[in-house]
């Protein structure tokens, strides 16, 4: 008997049970469906982290002040301002450090015409730009020249400015800051949320010492809130973090023994960190909608050990003409991962359909792949294969004297 014919035979005994058939394929359907979703969504979640995390910037430390004591009381992280602008600068004369930006902040009211939107205002440096990996969508940054002399010059978030401008470009503007006028050099273009989830995008920045002798002023002059600090590369990282922890314990006098008032924190393993937790998602996520196929597979098992069951007398007969047990097993086997084929091409479908409604309704990012899809595809295949082999085998396996029992 050639292939063909077995093909045939295959497709007959499928049609001849089409609710059979159908109701077999759904547990597949659904299977592959839910594999393809939940991929597509945990894959999703690892593309907007890695994107997040290159639109951080690269080999990046945050240094912000540490838990202190005074007078037998002890202060919490941050909570005491023990980082200086001159602390800034002497870290960046470092052999393993590209730049870095010290950081004031505080909350201000901007207002533009009969416009007016509550913001962060962020005192910093012309590296601050840099370091972050910030593009202006158009003007440009303040400069140098505009740190040493105090200038009031700002540079807008996209979504401040859009609040104040509308469709208008700020470039060349003035708005005023704390009901002080600031020529507006710059705006930014959009960044979205940070891996904290705060939105980078609503800010506006300004020169930190026009920040700390207009804006926010400072009950310790010369104190930060924080310092981004840049690695000259991922080799040097350690060494980096090593040589910030000498030097600021050097500049802020700490005894040997004496606990840090400082805390450095390497940017790039928090975010190492979030990308392993998402890809560990991904394959949880993947692994739950497995179980569905697992079950689609016990169920073709099942439905092909009952047509087993019910063609004996078929099969015998067959043998009893010339069909040999390579034949039988061959039919059988095609019948399985026919079913599993049909079903998983479906899957595909509506787990890719079920992919677009999700990323268009509940606003996430979707990322199908064709290593996704052809996992599944293969995976659908596997299970029918394996499933599908036992029935075969004791279909193959059946002698004349076996139709006797079911007459």
Same mark, same amino acid.
């Given at each position: 008997?050639?292939?063909?014919?077995?093909?045939?035979?295959?497709?007959r005994?499928?049609?001849?049970n089409?609710?059979?058939?159908?109701?077999?394929?759904?547990?597949?359907?659904?299977?592959?469906?839910?594999?393809?979703?939940?991929?597509?969504?945990?894959?999703?979640?690892?593309?907007?982290?890695?994107?997040?995390?290159a639109?951080?910037?690269?080999?990046?430390?945050?240094?912000?002040?540490?838990?202190?004591?005074?007078?037998?009381?002890?202060?919490?992280?941050?909570?005491?301002? =023990?980082? $200086?602008?001159? &602390?800034?600068?002497? %870290?960046?004369?470092?052999?393993?450090?590209?730049? #870095? *930006?010290?950081?004031? @902040?505080?909350?201000?009211?901007?207002?533009?015409?009969?416009?007016?939107?509550?913001?962060?205002? =962020?005192? $910093?440096?012309p &590296?601050?730009?840099v %370091?972050?990996?910030?593009?202006?969508?158009?003007? #440009? *940054?303040?400069?140098? @020249?505009?740190?040493?002399?105090?200038?009031?010059?700002?540079?807008?978030?996209?979504?401040?400015?859009?609040?104040?401008?509308? &469709?208008?470009?700020?470039?060349?503007?003035?708005?005023?800051?704390a009901?002080?006028?600031?020529?507006?050099?710059?705006?930014?273009?959009?960044?979205?949320?940070?891996?904290?989830?705060?939105?980078?995008?609503?800010?506006?920045?300004?020169?930190?010492?026009?920040?700390?002798?207009?804006?926010?002023g400072?009950?310790?002059?010369?104190?930060?809130?924080?310092?981004?600090?840049?690695?000259?590369?991922?080799?040097?990282?350690?060494?980096?973090?090593?040589?910030?922890?000498?030097?600021?314990?050097?500049?802020?006098?700490?005894?040997?023994?004496?606990?840090?008032?400082?805390?450095?924190?390497?940017?790039?393993?928090?975010?190492?960190?979030?990308?392993?937790?998402?890809?560990?998602?991904?394959?949880?996520?993947?692994?739950?909608?497995?179980?569905?196929?697992?079950?689609?597979?016990?169920?073709?098992?099942?439905?092909?050990?009952?047509s087993?069951?019910?063609?004996?007398?078929?099969?015998?007969?067959?043998?009893?003409?010339?069909?040999?047990?390579?034949?039988?097993?061959?039919?059988?086997?095609?019948?399985?991962?026919?079913?599993?084929?049909?079903?998983?091409?479906?899957?595909?479908?509506?787990?890719?359909g079920?992919?677009?409604?999700?990323?268009?309704?509940?606003?996430?990012?979707?990322?199908?792949?064709?290593?996704?899809?052809?996992?599944?595809?293969?995976?659908?295949?596997?299970?029918?294969?394996?499933?599908?082999?036992?029935?075969?085998?004791?279909?193959?396996?059946?002698?004349?004297?076996?139709?006797?029992?079911?007459?």
């Amino acid at each position: 008997m050639n292939f063909t014919a077995i093909v045939g035979e295959a497709l007959r005994a499928l049609r001849q049970n089409r609710l059979r058939t159908g109701l077999t394929m759904l547990g597949m359907i659904i299977g592959v469906a839910a594999v393809v979703l939940m991929l597509s969504i945990g894959q999703g979640a690892r593309t907007k982290i890695n994107e997040t995390i290159a639109e951080m910037g690269s080999n990046l430390f945050l240094v912000v002040p540490g838990a202190t004591s005074s007078g037998g009381f002890s202060f919490g992280s941050g909570s005491v301002r =023990t980082l $200086t602008i001159n &602390d800034s600068y002497a %870290v960046a004369e470092l052999s393993s450090v590209r730049a #870095t *930006a010290p950081v004031t @902040s505080g909350t201000v009211q901007l207002n533009y015409a009969a416009k007016n939107w509550s913001t962060i205002v =962020t005192g $910093t440096t012309p &590296d601050y730009f840099v %370091v972050g990996k910030w593009k202006m969508e158009s003007g #440009t *940054a303040f400069t140098e @020249s505009d740190l040493r002399s105090a200038a009031r010059v700002a540079v807008l978030g996209s979504i401040t400015a859009k609040n104040l401008f509308g &469709d208008e470009d700020p470039a060349g503007k003035t708005v005023r800051i704390a009901n002080r006028p600031f020529l507006v050099v710059g705006v930014l273009m959009a960044k979205g949320q940070s891996l904290t989830g705060r939105d980078q995008d609503d800010n506006v920045f300004i020169p930190i010492t026009t920040s700390e002798r207009q804006i926010t002023g400072n009950q310790f002059p010369g104190s930060i809130r924080y310092m981004l600090v840049q690695g000259n590369s991922d080799d040097e990282m350690d060494l980096a973090e090593l040589e910030i922890t000498q030097l600021l314990r050097q500049r802020h006098r700490l005894a040997t023994g004496k606990d840090n008032d400082f805390t450095v924190r390497n940017l790039t393993a928090i975010a190492d960190v979030a990308t392993n937790a998402a890809k560990i998602m991904s394959i949880v996520l993947g692994a739950i909608a497995s179980v569905s196929l697992l079950v689609g597979g016990i169920g073709i098992m099942n439905i092909m050990l009952v047509s087993v069951t019910e063609c004996t007398r078929e099969i015998v007969i067959r043998m009893a003409i010339g069909a040999n047990q390579r034949a039988i097993l061959t039919q059988f086997l095609l019948e399985a991962v026919m079913i599993c084929i049909m079903g998983g091409i479906i899957g595909l479908v509506l787990g890719i359909g079920g992919a677009w409604l999700v990323s268009q309704f509940a606003d996430m990012l979707i990322v199908i792949t064709l290593g996704m899809v052809g996992l599944a595809f293969l995976f659908s295949s596997a299970v029918g294969i394996f499933f599908g082999f036992y029935p075969a085998k004791k279909a193959a396996a059946l002698k004349p004297v076996d139709a006797l029992r079911y007459e």
